[in-house]
């Protein structure tokens, strides 16, 4: 029974993983807003975004140093 269980939700993960990824998000999202309201909501997608951005090229082996002179505005001294 479990093995047919976990056969069925590969299948349906391969056939629909956009739409179950959409309504999952969806839900968080809608979450986030009643509990924090909208802008705070905002602000929290645009952290984890960039935190994403920043670890995803941290895995690449870039540079923090030149991942921070792209982000920060020009004329910025560390």
């Not at 909208?38 to 645009?46: D, K």
């Amino acid at each position: 029974m479990a093995a047919l269980n976990s056969k069925l939700l590969e299948e349906i993960w391969q056939q629909h993983n956009g739409k179950l990824l959409g309504v999952v998000f969806g839900f968080v999202f809608g979450i986030l807003v009643i509990s924090f309201g909208f802008f705070r909501t905002l602000f929290v997608v645009l952290c984890a975004v960039v935190g994403y951005i920043v670890g995803k090229r941290i895995d690449q082996k870039e540079d923090i140093l030149e991942i921070l002179d792209k982000l920060l505005p020009p004329g910025y001294n560390r």
